[in-house]
């Protein structure tokens, strides 16, 4: 009987080795399911809310407008589009012109924002240069992380006009004072913002 056991385990140890997992010779692709998106409604559905400077009175007033997303692209886009009809007729305006206009950030200026206008902007003079320049600012501030300012245009950055004469440095909200807004924003309106029509300089 022994000799039977001795015989059986000696079998064992030298069927052992065959029966393990061998290394592959080539990577085998494995095919992963992406799970499927939840049909549950997430806080951040539904129309966002930003804010755009516009002028009343030679100041500058607030406005909400409804938005899908908040990027700094829609928000420069609106702030050009200028008021609606119906808020042009209540005395609200614009010194900008209907332009294209980007953004970007440096992190070696942290805080600042680079917007480059067109030529266009440049031929904006008087005191409505420096609303322009204001209404800009304001907008462009209400982004997070962004509170000063540089504007350029052909790859060369603008002197700004400012509550304290020409500056060549980026500047704030502390630098419009004089036009600075005094009411909240007014709420946004029901029609959509497809159909704003700008405002040219008044």
């Not at 061998?22 to 559905?45: F, G, K, M, V």
Request: glycine letters at 8%; one cysteine or more; proline letters at 11%.
């Amino acid at each position: 009987m022994k000799r039977l056991i001795t015989a059986l385990l000696s079998l064992a140890v030298i069927l052992l080795p065959g029966c393990g997992v061998r290394p592959e010779q080539e990577p085998t692709a494995i095919e992963i399911t992406a799970a499927t998106p939840s049909s549950q409604p997430t806080p951040d559905d539904g129309p966002l809310t930003v804010t755009v400077y516009y002028i009343r009175n030679e100041r500058l007033e607030p406005v909400e407008r409804s938005v899908a997303r908040a990027s700094a692209a829609t928000v420069l886009s609106l702030l050009t589009a200028g008021p609606t009809r119906r808020e042009v007729t209540t005395g609200l305006r614009t010194a900008l012109t209907l332009q294209p206009l980007t953004l970007t950030t440096d992190e070696k200026t942290p805080g600042t924002g680079d917007v480059t206008v067109t030529p266009d902007f440049t031929s904006i003079s008087g005191q409505n240069q420096l609303l322009a320049v204001a209404q800009l600012v304001w907008t462009v501030t209400e982004l997070p992380g962004i509170d000063r300012v540089r504007l350029s245009s052909n790859g060369k950055p603008l002197e700004l006009p400012t509550d304290r004469g020409l500056s060549r440095i980026p500047v704030g909200r502390d630098d419009y004072m004089s036009v600075a807004p005094g009411s909240p924003p007014e709420p946004p309106e029901s029609s959509t913002v497809a159909t704003a029509s700008a405002a040219g300089p008044g």
